[in-house]
């Protein structure tokens, strides 16, 4: 299965499925051989520098009118 099939299957999925499955995918993620100790502990800090701060986000369409400035030219 292609992950576009994947990705279609898993967005029609119920929100918290959907949650469920990125925790999941994510948890694989971390504890596999593919991160150093030192991408390890940098997500680790921003975690809990994102649950310290709730409020110092920049929203979605910020990051994308700036990627879309930066690669669109």
């Known amino acids: 299965m292609s992950s576009q099939m ?27 051989k593919e991160l150093t100790p030192g991408e390890a502990e940098l997500i680790d800090r921003r975690l809990q520098d994102h649950l310290e701060n ?12 700036k990627l879309d400035a930066k690669y669109r030219k």
């Open 6 to 32: 994947l990705f279609k299957e898993a967005r029609a999925l119920p929100l918290a499925e959907q949650i469920e499955l990125c925790r999941n995918l994510w948890d694989g993620i971390v504890e596999s």
């Open 54 to 65: 709730p409020d110092d986000v920049v929203s979605w369409e910020e990051v994308k009118a």
